[in-house]
Every structure is written in structure tokens, then in C-alpha cells.
């Protein structure tokens, strides 16, 4: 994300030679607004017309001072960049970037106390700057090492950091006010648009409905006698679908009787003594010297019947046997 | 902030809520309403397709049971002795014959009892049976037993006849 502000030219980072450093303490841990920075220490500038940027670190403040006149939203200096790198190192001194110039950092306590460029390196100042902070390390960086600790710097710099360099006004009750004002209008429009889209697309609907309805009730009109024929269809249906389930239970006892009398062959000597149809029941007594079974078997093979058994046989005397069947009749609805 | 801007965008709010609050309808529900009324009318259309004549829709049971206009109970009653005695003629002799006590039904019909006894040959029977299917009214036969007599010809028959009489 800091790679695409810097590529859309929303982030700059101020070169060490264009910046001068100045730095002070606080009385306490505030954050100072470019006015306040401007009326309080622009006096320390060198330039006559400077921009300032400050940075609070603790009580600490930092503050460059340079002459360009820079329009993207965050200016970062690259000395502040090069000594956010450095001090991770948590070793006090004097570093000397060795480049074109002589870029020099000095940090003593963790905070960055001096940045300077020279354009030959001078040794007696270095020397006096050791004595005067009261530093003994000097480091040198050379070039290539230089180039991967700017890279370095930039991109282990905290993302909130980016906030504390940024040049606009960022009051959140004044970008609240910025982004209302920016708003209003358009989002009036778009409120308005959707509700006229929305009443519209209603409204349409509703003449739909009306549509169909209109259309469904002369359908219906035309179809009323039908419908009513069926609805009395349905009704006398369901009404004889009562009664027969209720009345019509088992079949017709003449019907029963007559596939009786079909299972006895006319060349077959069988005498029927008595046959009684109760609702599901016949009761059924045959006199025949033949085979019972034989009977029993027919009739289990009768569409009427469901079960059927010999209750008993005996046989008179100087008569045919007597077998007595007792036959379940299958209900109408299993025909 | 634009005092103008604030103004207009905060009616245009009012405007929007009393939209949704009171006046805007739920498009989903008017959908639904749609979806519906499209399925009656294909109904609907269905039906005419189909077309169903009058008479496919009535079903002919008039003739199955006694008229509760014409007839009540009593009357019903004495007109299906009427038929047993007219189909038992010259077919089966009839020894007996009862009326069964029927308790009021709560039913849309009411059932005619009759107990008879009969004494006729098997094709006899068959003969009296098939005469009262002609009147094409509808008779059920219950408690029904078929014995032989000493005339080896003839049975001796004995049921409880039922017809129906449809109520008012």
C-alpha cells in the first residue's frame, strides 16, 4: 500500500540535502498544528520563506525546514526515514552516509539529536560533534549499504506513521464536515432516484396486478358454471363414495350365491343342504361323497372369497358326508 | 458545513423514510401476488380448454333409490312391497313378508328393510332377482339363507331386502 502511495505521487520523501534539522523539547508529549510549528519555530529556520514539518517523538520534537514547495498529501523527510531505520540498531553515534555528499545522522539516547550534510568529509567537525554530544562511535555507511537501508526504511515504516507527516488539515469533525459537503448533493440525487425507480417499479407492478386480476375474474366469470358443475361433481362423488364405502361393503349376495353354484360340476353328485350370507360371512353346507378338499380348493379359488375353512364333516348314517364350509368374503374395494 | 446542503439532504431524508415507512410496497409480496394470479388464470384457461360438457359432470343416481319428495317413509315402504310382490309373481311364492323397524336416519338417505321368506325353484330366484333389477333401483340382500325344502325342487329362501329412499 505505501508502494502505490508513492507511486501515485501521494507520498513524498524529502531528500536529506533539501531539509534543514532542528530539533527541541516539549514540556510535554503534543502534537503541534503547522500554524502553532510555523509561529513558534520558524525563526530557527536558515531559509527566509520555509515550510516546516514537525514530528513529536516523546518530548521530543523534530522538526525540517525546507524550501520547495511540495503538493502531495504526505512528506516524509528522508532523514527522519534513514534515523527511524537506524536507531533499531539501539546504538548511539554518528553515522556518515557516504554518497555524493556526506550525509550525517546523529543519534544520542535513541533520538535523533543532528542531520547535516557535508560536501567533503570534514573530520574536525565529526570531532566536534563527538565532543559536543558526547558520542565516541562513528559509523560509516557506504553506498550500496545506504541504498538497501533507504529501502528498508521506507517500507518497515509503520503505516500510522504516514499519519503524522501528512500535510492536510485531517480535524475528524472538519473531514466529517469536508465529506458531507462533498456528499450532499449526490447522494440527495441518488436518494431521490431510487425512491422515483422504486415508486415507479411499485406502480408498475400494482397496474400488473390490476391487470391480472381483471383478466382472472372474467376467466373466472366465464368458467362459473363450470366450476360449479364441478364443484357439485366433486361433492356428489365424495357423497357416494360415503355410501358405498358405508352400504356396499361386501358384494351382492346373489352374485356370491350364483359362483357357488359354479364350483359343483353337473356330472358331480353334491347336494347343497344350506347356504347362508351373512354381510361378510357364508356359511355353506354340501352332502357329496367326494373329496372335501376338492371343494375347498374351488372355492379358495373363487373371486369372492378371501378365507375359507371346513368347520366340520360327519357323516350320517346311510347318507352322503356332511362337510360344513365357513367362508370370508374379500370386501368390494380388494375386487 | 453548507447550511443549504444540510437542509436539503436532511428533507430528502424525511422524504426517503416516509417513503419506506408509509408508501413503499414490498416488491417481493407484489411478486408473489403476480405468480399467483398467473396460476389461477392458467387454471382457469385449463378448465375451458378441457371444456367439460354439463352432463359429464352430473351423475345419473336418481333412479337408485325411492324420491324423498314423492315418497315418505311409509309410502316408500309400501312401494317396494309393491315390487317384491310384482316381481315375486308367477316367479316365487311369497310366504312372508315384514317390515323391518327402521330408527330415523341421520344420513342423507334412509334404509328400507324389508324381511322376506320365499319358496321358488334356483332359476325361480334368479327370475324374481332379475325383475327387480329392473326397476333399476338399488337393493342389497342381507341375513340372506337358502335351504331345501321336502320339494326337492324348490328352495326355501329367506333375506332381509334392502332398499334406500333419498331424504329432502
Not at chain 1, 516546516?52 to 518530548?59: A, F, V
Not at chain 1, 362459473?224 to 358405498?244: A, L, P, T, Y
Not at chain 2, 324389508?114 to 321358488?120: A, G, R, S
Request: glycine content about 2%; proline content about 3%.
Amino acid at each position: 500500500m505505501k508502494n502505490i502511495l508513492l507511486k501515485y505521487n501521494l507520498v513524498t520523501i524529502l531528500p536529506f540535502e533539501d531539509t534543514f534539522f532542528y530539533t527541541t523539547t516539549l514540556p510535554k508529549n503534543i502534537k503541534l498544528s503547522k500554524e502553532l510549528l510555523k509561529i513558534n519555530y520558524l525563526k530557527y529556520s536558515p531559509y527566509t520563506y520555509a515550510n516546516i514539518i514537525g514530528y513529536t517523538q516523546d518530548k521530543h520534537l523534530f522538526l525540517w525546514f525546507y524550501q520547495k514547495e511540495i503538493q502531495t498529501p504526505i512528506i516524509i523527510p528522508e532523514s527522519f526515514l534513514l534515523y527511524n531505520e537506524l536507531k533499531k540498531k539501539n546504538q548511539d553515534g554518528v553515522y556518515i552516509i557516504k554518497e555524493n555528499t556526506y550525509k550525517v545522522i546523529i543519534i544520542k539516547n535513541g533520538y535523533l539529536v543532528s542531520a547535516f550534510v557535508m560536501q567533503t568529509l570534514d573530520e574536525a567537525v565529526l570531532e566536534l560533534s563527538l565532543d559536543e554530544f558526547g558520542l565516541k562511535e562513528k559509523i560509516i555507511i557506504d553506498e550500496q549499504a545506504y541504498q538497501g537501508l533507504y529501502k528498508n526504511a521506507y517500507n518497515s515504516l509503520p503505516i500510522q506513521e504516514l499519519y503524522h507527516f501528512n500535510q492536510l488539515d485531517l480535524e475528524p469533525k472538519k473531514v466529517v464536515q469536508s465529506i458531507f459537503d462533498y456528499v450532499a448533493y449526490p447522494l440527495s440525487f441518488i436518494i431521490i432516484f431510487y425512491i422515483a425507480v422504486s415508486y415507479l417499479h411499485t406502480r408498475q407492478l400494482q397496474n400488473e396486478i390490476e391487470r391480472l386480476k381483471e383478466t382472472y375474474v372474467t376467466q373466472r366469470d366465464k368458467n362459473k358454471e363450470i366450476s360449479q358443475g364441478i364443484r357439485r361433481h366433486n361433492k356428489e362423488v365424495k357423497k357416494w363414495k360415503n355410501f358405498i364405502d358405508k352400504e356396499l361393503f361386501y358384494p351382492d349376495a346373489v352374485a356370491v350365491l350364483d359362483s357357488i353354484y359354479k364350483i359343483i360340476k353337473p356330472t358331480e353328485k353334491v347336494s347343497i343342504k344350506d347356504i347362508s350370507i351373512n354381510q361378510g360371512n357364508v356359511t355353506l353346507k354340501f352332502q357329496t361323497d367326494l373329496n372335501p378338499i376338492l371343494f375347498l380348493n374351488r372355492l379358495s379359488q373363487n373371486k369372492y372369497v378371501k378365507d375359507v375353512i371346513i368347520q366340520n364333516s360327519y357323516k350320517p348314517r346311510n347318507a352322503a358326508k356332511i362337510i360344513t364350509y365357513d367362508i370370508a368374503l374379500k370386501p368390494l374395494k380388494e375386487h | 458545513m453548507d447550511t443549504k446542503k444540510v437542509i436539503i439532504f436532511l428533507f430528502i431524508l424525511v422524504v426517503y423514510v416516509n417513503y419506506t415507512n408509509y408508501i413503499q410496497q414490498n416488491s417481493a409480496k407484489l411478486y408473489a401476488i403476480i405468480e399467483n394470479l398467473k396460476v389461477k388464470i392458467a387454471q382457469e384457461k385449463e378448465i375451458q380448454k378441457e371444456h367439460p360438457k354439463k352432463e359429464d359432470l352430473s351423475i345419473a343416481t336418481e333412479h337408485l333409490m325411492f324420491d324423498g319428495n314423492k315418497f315418505n317413509y311409509s309410502q316408500a315402504m309400501g312401494k317396494l312391497q309393491e315390487i317384491i310382490t310384482k316381481s315375486a309373481k308367477k316367479t316365487c311364492s311369497l310366504k312372508k313378508i315384514q317390515w323391518a323397524q327402521t330408527a330415523s336416519s341421520t344420513l342423507w338417505y334412509d334404509r328400507l328393510r324389508m324381511n322376506l321368506t320365499l319358496e321358488c325353484t334356483p332359476k325361480a330366484f334368479y327370475t324374481f332377482t332379475n325383475k327387480l333389477k329392473e326397476d333399476k333401483k338399488l337393493f342389497i340382500i342381507n341375513n340372506f339363507r337358502v335351504l331345501k325344502t321336502r320339494n326337492k325342487e324348490k328352495l326355501y329362501i329367506s333375506m332381509q331386502l334392502m332398499a334406500y329412499r333419498k331424504n329432502k
